[in-house]
């Protein structure tokens, strides 16, 4: 856990909107004194209405992997009750024991990317970014995409596409990589882009970017984003007080099984939401970013 941002720290702006606001403020419920997390920081959306709903006298811990996204909250949250920490949110019991904090009253997790990791064009997250293909949440632990593009081979790299981004092509994109990598590195989210658009038929009007499953591959293999959720998963009820609450926004289908799974099959999670809850036509037509979002609530036994 550190709480150390870069070097040169970002301003306090953010183009990130926090998806389905409403909703986890629904089925998380905080009232005012609780001690409550949000696990997935981003632009602080949701920390700003999970404060402006503790007050008075609660408290907001906000935990990050991306030190920008702690930095710019750092200066956001500068003399009101929000604690941002770079770490992950697996980490929890361990973050709060260094605080001396005890149990916490409610969690959110708003899994995947947020708009400013996309629109930062040295990130390597958008398709068409010229800068380095990283995709790491932390640049500064790990490795980075690029690498793992060039290093697997080409059966190592179709099962990645495949099993992480549900990628029906993998094998022909893999075999595409491949070829592409006798004459050259693939160093850029463009060159990898250009690569599958040769090789995968494009999208209809309305339909997803052809290169959408094999950047949602890379990154949750880079950042190891299923053994984070899974490991959280397991571990926060022991951090939750009875009758606290755990709010998950998930973006796919993997996300989705492991929160599922978590709230059917662990006696310490009792589902408060049957099947997930989904974003209203009037916020995806505002962000169509939330169009894919699925909520499940559960509350500590």
Known sequence: M??????????ARTCHVPVMLREVLTW???????????????GGGHTEALLQAVLPGGRVLALDRD???????????????????RADFRDLPEVLDELGWECVDGIVLDLGLSSDQLADRERGFSFFSDGPLDMRFNPQEGEPAWRLVNRL??????????????????????????????????????????????????????????ATRTFQALRIAVNGELEALESALKRIPDVLRPGGRLVVISFHSLEDRLVKEAFRNDSRYSSLTKKPVTPMEEEIAANPRSRSAKLRAAVRT
């Open 67 to 85: 030190p920008n996204a702690v930095a710019r909250a750092e200066i956001r949250f500068i003399g009101r009750p929000v604690h941002p920490l």
């Open 153 to 210: 081979n080409e059966r190592a790299l179709a099962d990645l596409i495949h099993n992480f981004g549900e990628e029906r092509f993998a094998r022909r994109i893999a075999r595409a990589i491949a070829e592409e990598r006798r004459f050259r590195e693939i160093k850029t989210a463009r060159e990898l882009t250009a690569i599958i658009h040769r090789v995968v038929p494009r999208p209809r009007c309305g339909g997803i970017d052809s």
């Open 28 to 42: 998380m419920a905080p009232r005012p004194g609780q001690t409550v997390v949000d696990g997935t920081l981003g």
């Open 2 to 11: 550190e709480n150390d941002g870069p070097d040169a720290r970002p301003d």
